[in-house]
């Protein structure tokens, strides 16, 4: 299981200091399951320190497919491991929404995550109008194969994926763990078929939009729903920690 908190565009320092002690105080051990915070990119290498041997891992919200070179204002996956990423967030629907990512460029930089041993955590997901007229699985298929292509794995603990239906996120509204559950058991199958049965079964599947302590532990309890990507509620840390005891059981 992995809980991760997506801070998105949220607290300067020092609200990301303390917002950071409080998660390490209050979700105590990683026993059980991986904990993951994602800040912004400013606040990573302050938030790594006060982290550092608390066992909960740091996480970036995107960076750049490029070693480096003339891309202004882009970050790069050395950079992100230089500071103690393990994780990056790549393709989160609101960075397809506002800033034009494409599958094709979340598999370019999830292959470039890789080369530099950063576990990529590519997110999925229909929006409103695609789930009304049915054609969900069919959208999230085609996400996952695209935005995975040439992405090699040696296990699948170096792999993440999310899904996140849109029309959850930031909603109140969450997927009833029917259609989590049904969602996830197809993109298990589809891993299977990209990476091997053995590979495929081992890639954890997040679920992501309004998860809360309230309904954490029966989205948690479903097959193949493997923890979950947490925004607004990733901000209070009594919350968070609650959904991290949620996965824990
Ligand atoms: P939410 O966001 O928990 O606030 O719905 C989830 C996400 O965007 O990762």
């Not at 007229?133 to 999310?162: F, M």
Request: with cysteine.
């Amino acid at each position: 299981m992995l809980v991760a908190g997506n801070w998105k565009m949220n607290l300067d320092l020092a609200a990301a200091r303390q917002l950071t002690s409080g998660v390490v105080a209050a979700v105590g051990s990683t026993h059980n399951v991986d904990v993951a915070i994602c800040p912004t990119f400013v606040n990573l290498d302050a938030m790594y320190s006060i982290m550092h041997g608390s066992g909960i891992r740091l996480g970036a919200q995107t960076m750049h497919e490029a070693d480096s070179g003339a891309y202004t204002g882009e970050i790069s996956a050395s950079m992100l491991r230089a500071v103690g990423c393990h994780y990056v967030i790549l393709g989160h629907s609101e960075r397809r929404q506002f800033f034009g990512e494409t599958d094709d460029g979340v598999s370019r930089k999830a292959q470039q995550a890789r080369r530099h041993r950063l576990t990529p955590i590519v997110c999925v997901g229909e929006v409103l109008e695609q789930r009304e007229s049915g054609e969900q699985n069919k959208v999230v298929e085609s996400q996952v194969r695209k935005s995975l292509s040439d992405v090699s794995i040696d296990n699948g603990s170096e792999l993440v994926l999310a899904y996140e239906p849109v029309w959850a996120i930031g909603t109140g509204k969450t997927a009833s763990p029917e259609q989590v559950a049904e969602m996830h058991s197809h993109i298990r199958s589809i891993l299977c078929d990209l990476y091997g049965n053995a590979k495929g079964d081992d890639v954890l599947i997040l679920y992501g939009g309004s998860v809360k302590p309230s309904n954490a532990e029966d989205l948690f309890a479903r097959e193949n729903v493997d923890g979950g990507l947490i925004g607004g509620a990733s901000l209070k840390a009594d919350d968070f920690a609650a959904i991290v005891d949620a996965a824990r059981r």
